[in-house]
């Protein structure tokens, strides 16, 4: 898995206006070392332009990409920018949307686009200033517990949409016994595996279609459509 933030510094442009753009040189500069200082090991960062950037986070899910920016807006919405003054101005704080590779997208343009939308729908809603991108699609994948087995504490979802990390999409116990999990996914064919309790690697019974997993067994096939 591989997640892509985009992040902006809001307020920038009435930043500018108020303190002008020697200060606004310095939020920029800021900015940098707050990203800098906050990434997780292995991931990069870069201007994208005017007072966006973004951040790769390799070996990332959704879960720990959101994580992991979670710590970054934390540093940038709480810490004050320094003026060349020598004073201080508010915390200009910032907005971040998050795509993760595959399960938002397959290509490079792909999750940078939906990367971008996420970052928007920080701006028209900033009660929100962290957003992971919501597909058009949302799939749903039940597993029911056979009666002949021990019940598991804990059933995961290990597949090509979430690079097969069983931890990355965790289904929901229900009252009649099943797991259910909605998952954001654009439209395409997935090949997914139950995991229960981290361990059992299980086929889907109820899936519309098996292929070969090329380790002797088969991997359960989820078909998402466009709505």
Do not use: C
Not at 97 to 110: C, I, Q, R, V, Y
Not at 178 to 193: D, F, N, S, V
Request: glycine residues 12%; charged residues 20%.
């Amino acid at each position: 898995a591989l997640t892509l933030a985009m992040l902006d510094l809001h307020g920038f442009g009435a930043f500018n206006k108020k303190y002008g753009h020697m200060a606004g040189n310095q939020a920029l500069i800021h900015g940098t070392k707050l990203i800098r200082a906050a990434l997780p090991p292995g991931a990069v960062a870069g201007r994208f332009g005017g007072d966006e950037f973004w951040v790769l986070l390799p070996g990332h899910n959704r879960p720990a990409g959101r994580k992991a920016m979670e710590v970054l807006s934390k540093s940038l919405n709480g810490s004050p920018v320094p003026l060349p003054d020598g004073s201080q101005a508010p915390a200009l704080g910032t907005g971040i949307g998050l795509a993760t590779f595959p399960g938002d997208g397959k290509t490079a343009e792909a999750i940078l686009s939906h990367a971008d939308k996420a970052l928007v729908a920080t701006k028209l809603d900033r009660t929100q200033n962290l957003r992971t991108y919501q597909a058009p699609s949302r799939a749903t994948l039940v597993w029911g517990a056979p009666t002949w087995r021990p019940k598991p504490s804990r059933v995961g979802i290990a597949a090509d949409f979430n690079g097969w990390d069983p931890d990355a999409d965790v289904l929901e116990p229900k009252d009649d016994g099943t797991w259910t999990a909605q998952i954001p996914l654009e439209p395409g064919r997935y090949a997914y595996k139950f995991v229960m309790d981290g361990q059992s690697w299980e086929t889907d019974p109820a899936a519309e279609e098996h292929i070969p997993d090329g380790f002797g067994g088969s991997n359960s096939v989820l078909t998402v459509r466009n709505l």
